[in-house]
């Protein structure tokens, strides 16, 4: 299907939705540009500044806690402006017990990253160094894409 098609938006149903904006808008510097209420459902708009109409992080309360299996990688993705971001990110989330990947390099494209547990159980990669987002060293190039 041909046409002008844009992500605009990922949907998590959390089970503590104020932990989880409050992680957000700490570790990830987003923050609220909608909120509402619905008798018991809650949702809560959440993007970076300057992007509020690309995308954003819709949440809703009363989802399940998000248990990720050994050897399951799924996670968000956070572009960073330097390693030393990473590193300070990686403290920050070590000090609060939710560091899960320490600080590590790896070949073109993952670049310098660490991975954080949000208070749902989601798993977010802090990065600089990758072919996106600040600190891109190399972007991404139609001849660099595997199809």
Known sequence: MAGLMSLTHLALHVADLAACV????????????????SGAKEICWLAESGKETEFIIVMMNGGPRHE?????????G??????????????QAEQAGCLIWTPREEPYPV??????RDPNGHQVEFSFGQPLGPGAQDPIENSQITR
């Open 22 to 37: 409050e992680f957000y808008r700490h570790y990830c510097g987003l923050k609220i540009v909608h909120q509402r209420r």
């Open 68 to 76: 990720i299996k050994p050897g399951d990688y799924s996670h968000l």
């Open 78 to 91: 956070f572009a960073v402006e330097s390693k030393e971001r990473v590193d300070q990110i990686a403290a």
């Open 111 to 116: 670049g310098y990253y660490c991975g954080v």
